[in-house]
């Protein structure tokens, strides 16, 4: 059981730093004119979404739900800080689809965002990490 929570705590710190880093891309590759930069955040992006991010997705989501099995539906039941951690976790999963769909943008250059939306659009996750840290440690409800 506690190898289950420490993998699902590793492979989430991996996800989130995807989660910070790509929208941070997308500001940089906003920003630029020329076709060499405009190529290399291409790759970076790539790179960082299937390389990191959506591993680290996928396994963050296995492990919890092993995490959550291991000890046994029951014991949950009646746990509002759960729900609500699982329902920001739905969310944050829909973020990151959604970086997908800016990323399929950027790579057939038919981006419609500035870099000054993408800074407001790479704070969402932190917030979300805030309140799924705050849930899972205190649990208030």
């Known amino acids: 059981m506690l190898w289950f929570k ?25 920003t630029s004119e020329d076709q060499i930069s405009i190529d290399r955040f291409k790759i970076m992006e790539r790179k960082l979404f299937y390389g990191i991010m959506t591993p680290g997705a996928v396994l963050t989501i296995t492990f919890g739900f092993f995490t959550l099995f291991s000890n046994g539906l029951s014991a949950y039941s009646g746990q509002l800080w759960l729900h609500i951690k ?23 250059d ?12 790479n704070e969402a996750p932190v917030l979300v990490l805030i309140a799924i840290i705050l849930l899972a440690v205190v649990r208030p409800f």
């Open 86 to 108: 699982l329902f920001l976790v739905l969310l944050i999963v829909v973020y990151h689809i959604y970086c997908w769909f800016l990323l399929q943008d950027f790579k057939y």
């Open 6 to 30: 420490a993998l699902h705590l590793i492979f989430m710190v991996t996800w989130f730093a995807g989660l910070f880093y790509l929208p941070r891309l997308f500001v940089y590759h906003a």
């Open 110 to 121: 038919r981006n419609r965002h500035g870099h000054v939306w993408y800074r407001w659009f």
